[in-house]
């Protein structure tokens, strides 16, 4: 194995899931919290939170155990993941190969996003289920499951919400965690926080 | 023909990118350079403590090398053994002395390369996963600093579970706590101490040409609780005396809520 | 690759190991237990890991592959399907080979499979592992360390997210570096030995070059900069498919063994292609679906799945081609009933809307009640 393996290595699901340091931010039971100036969420419960230029994380375990990432709407030809910047260092094609989403994609395509996305980083057997419309804050969209396992062997399980808005772009919420305990412990009170979307 | 580096895209990574691996990668990092350490922690809600405690051995993961002078560390079975010999009497002699019993994991097969019975396999994953989480925010900060905070979990304390996943290890071994021991340790020989001597006096920087690191970690199988973990990093000892391991062993187990 | 010709020239022929007795498959010496101690946790960390594939008939018929060429070798050889999507096998220095899903995607048949089966083997049984460390150890070359990854004292760290990952895992390192470079004498000896099993197994010889055959026209023809996994150190030059070919010219003749490989393998392929999909590599998949419609098994499935390609690549004209693939795929043999479904949204973002109303029903009608049931009543309702 050289160098570039072992840089590779490091783009694994574990640093996608890993997310960024969370940092001393959090969210209190009851706050409305506004998402790029998109919409607003309400918690009930308390999450520690993080965030990137197009993604803000939220989680109460850590990012491995469960974790809750709201998107500004992806635009045509972006991703789902922010690249890691070691990637381009080992491979400047990497660009080239990584699943974007296109205005114009139906919810099926999206569902296909997701889950070669999750793969490409590193989980195995990445599967997205029980596609069906659902309500994005009162408009028109649809959401899914999602299982996978880690390198590890450990079960992920999913669930996905999405809207296409006026131009096309696609506003998408994930939570993800550990099948075992961490997914299921906030399972209700993600519903919560998708019902409680309100547009701007 | 054998493991090689991918085509020309971020390749799925390989074995030597499993949770374990991971978390391992991030205690031997902040291994480097640091003089020897101990630090534990305790779950944040206090540990209920049973008298004479049923203690599951969980199978323990020592590893010896030998580090030549080229740098090439040579896996060394025969020190391994003595290594975990040592590491696991001392273990035995803790429990014991607090009326409890150490009880071994047993294999489910002996000729299968799995030490773990299918049924304790979530168990196990989902330890790896914990502890990499706790690695993060424990310890996290490669010695440089404090590690990440996550504000739902504070800086002290630990509140991370194992959920159901231990009810069968629990059904199986009737136990009260699982224990889990890592200890991993390269030493030089002597050429390679010589090449490092040769290297501060070049370049004015000490590579470290040994070190050990040992991680402990004890779960309530009653609760699934994570009660108290341990990570130790320092020099490597002879393996040949045990005084050495035996220290080891009993910094291993410091601040143990037993 | 300077480091690696200098591993070449320093590292060719130091150490000349004493082959594997079956009688008594054990470490011929302390730093061999080593190898192994170190090979047993690497195995038992794959065999625990969510990339084995669960699948306990695969898994036997890689075993029964494996023992045929490996002969006498059988009862040390332990083979595991592993979940990736690119030509790759290797053989660890106790006897554990893990064998990639998208090796078997992309062979035709078993003694194509066996050609590669048996190179792993003649790796284990000339122990190459314990010869290469050996050489690296002797020559004693900072260098060659460099090239093995393996320095204990110098892990390089990057700075990723939370903490700083040191590169360094010692088990993953040692294991890792110790399988990862085998020498170019090593390749062709193996190359070799690996040939004889495959007739001496009573496979058809010339299967084994076609490996390499497919392999150089999946890399020339999407211009790949670096080759498949399994040969970035050694490359499938013509040269070393011709020396097969020659081999092969005076070998008797033998069976390819493609039924009993499409039984076993069949029932995985389309989530492997799935797999392959999911990295993006478009050409790669499309000329390995391209070779495979040849071969003739279940052309619905890869015309579907070429479909997908097309749709993926979003090139100039690309949605028409998406479109034929699905509707050939939809009257093929061995179509899944997902075919019928993209036809019908393919057909939908056409805007043929009587049309995508029927192939979305006709997916209905085959998967009875699918997953996705609610969102394509849905779509049915909306096309009315």
Known sequence: MNACARLVCLLTLTVLLAGCAMSGRGIDPGESREIFDQYRVQSQASWSRTGWRNVEIWTVDGPLLQQLRFYRALEDGQTLFERPIQAVLVSPNVDKYRPKYRVGMDPHEVAELVSATMMQFGAVSAESTELRPAQFGGRPGFRFRLQFISQGGLVYAGLVLGHFNAEGHLHLVLYLGARDHYFPKLADEVEHIFASLSWK | ?258 | ?384
């Open chain 3, 1 to 384: 690759m300077p480091a690696l010709m200098l591993l070449v020239l320093l590292g060719g022929c130091a150490f000349d190991a004493q082959r594997v007795d079956p009688k008594s498959p054990q470490p011929s010496q302390p730093m061999e237990e080593g190898l192994w101690e170190i090979s047993r946790k690497f195995e038992e960390a794959i065999a625990i890991s969510g990339r084995r594939v669960d699948d306990a008939a695969l898994e036997s018929y890689l075993q029964e592959v494996g023992c045929r060429v490996a002969g006498p070798h059988c009862p040390s050889i332990r083979v595991y399907p592993i979940i990736a999507p690119d030509f790759n096998a290797s053989m660890s220095p106790n006897g554990f080979m893990q064998v990639w899903t998208g090796l078997m995607l992309r062979a035709e048949n078993e003694a194509q499979l066996a050609t590669v089966l048996g190179h792993e083997v003649t790796h284990y049984v000339e122990r190459h592992s314990l010869e290469r460390l050996e050489a690296t150890r002797r020559t004693a070359n900072l260098l060659l360390a460099a090239q093995f990854g393996l320095f204990a004292g110098g892990y390089s760290a990057i700075s990723s997210g939370p903490v700083r990952v040191s590169l360094g895992d010692v088990t993953s390192l040692v294991a890792g570096g110790y399988l990862a470079a085998y020498s170019r004498e090593h390749e062709d000896e193996s190359d070799r030995g690996g040939f004889d099993q495959l007739v001496k197994s009573g496979y058809a010889a010339a299967e084994a070059s076609a490996v390499w055959r497919h392999l150089i026209a999946e890399q020339e023809t999407c211009d790949l900069q670096r080759p498949a996994a399994l040969f970035a150190s050694h490359p499938p030059t013509k040269e070393r498919m011709e020396t097969l070919e020659k081999l092969a010219n005076g070998a008797p003749a033998g069976e390819t063994g493609k039924e009993r490989f499409l039984a076993a393998t069949l029932p995985h392929r389309a989530g492997w292609i799935r797999q392959e999909l999911a990295q993006r590599r478009l050409c790669r998949v499309k000329v390995v679906l391209e070779r495979l419609l040849e071969q003739g098994a279940n052309p619905g499935e890869l015309h579907y799945f070429l479909g997908e390609v097309y749709r993926l690549r979003n090139e100039e004209g690309d949605d028409g081609k998406a479109l034929a693939a699905y509707s050939q795929a939809t009257v093929a043999a061995g179509a899944p009933p997902e075919a019928h479904r993209e036809l019908g949204l393919a057909l939908r973002r056409a805007g043929r809307r009587a049309e995508a109303s029927a192939a979305l029903q006709a997916y209905l009608d085959r998967a009875g009640t699918p997953q996705d049931a609610v969102m394509i009543q849905a779509y049915l309702e909306e096309l009315k």
């Open chain 2, 1 to 258: 023909m054998s493991q090689h580096p991918g085509s020309e895209k971020p390749r799925i990574p390989l074995h030597r990118c499993g949770w374990v691996q991971l978390a391992l990668l991030i205690v031997l990092s902040m291994s480097l350079g640091a003089c020897t350490s101990a630090k534990h922690y305790r779950a944040a809600g206090g540990t209920v403590v049973r008298d004479n405690p049923r203690v599951l051995l969980m199978p323990p993961d020592v590893l010896v090398l030998e580090v030549t002078t080229a740098g090439i560390p040579i896996p060394r079975a025969d020190w391994s053994a003595r290594a975990q010999h040592t590491l696991l009497g001392v273990t035995n002699d803790a429990v014991h002395g607090r009326g409890g019993v150490l009880v071994p994991y047993q294999r489910p097969d002996e000729d299968s390369a799995i030490s773990i019975a299918e049924a304790h396999l979530p168990a196990l994953r989902l330890y790896q996963t914990v502890l990499q989480t706790i690695l993060t925010y424990r310890y996290g900060g490669g010695g440089q600093g404090r590690p990440p905070e996550l504000v739902t979990k504070g800086r002290e304390g630990l509140s991370w579970t194992l959920g159901n996943t231990v009810v069968p290890l629990r059904a199986k071994y009737n136990a009260d706590y699982a224990l889990f021991l890592t200890y991993r340790q390269a030493s030089s020989n002597a050429g390679r101490a010589m090449l490092s001597a040769a290297a501060f006096v070049l370049f004015g920087a000490i590579s470290t040409t040994s070190q050990s690191v040992g991680l402990a970690t004890l779960v309530d199988l009653h609760t699934g609780e994570v009660v108290w973990t341990n990570l130790l990093s320092g020099q490597a000892v002879e393996v040949g005396e045990p005084e050495g391991l035996r220290e080891k062993g009993l910094k291993l187990l410091q601040g143990w809520p037993l």
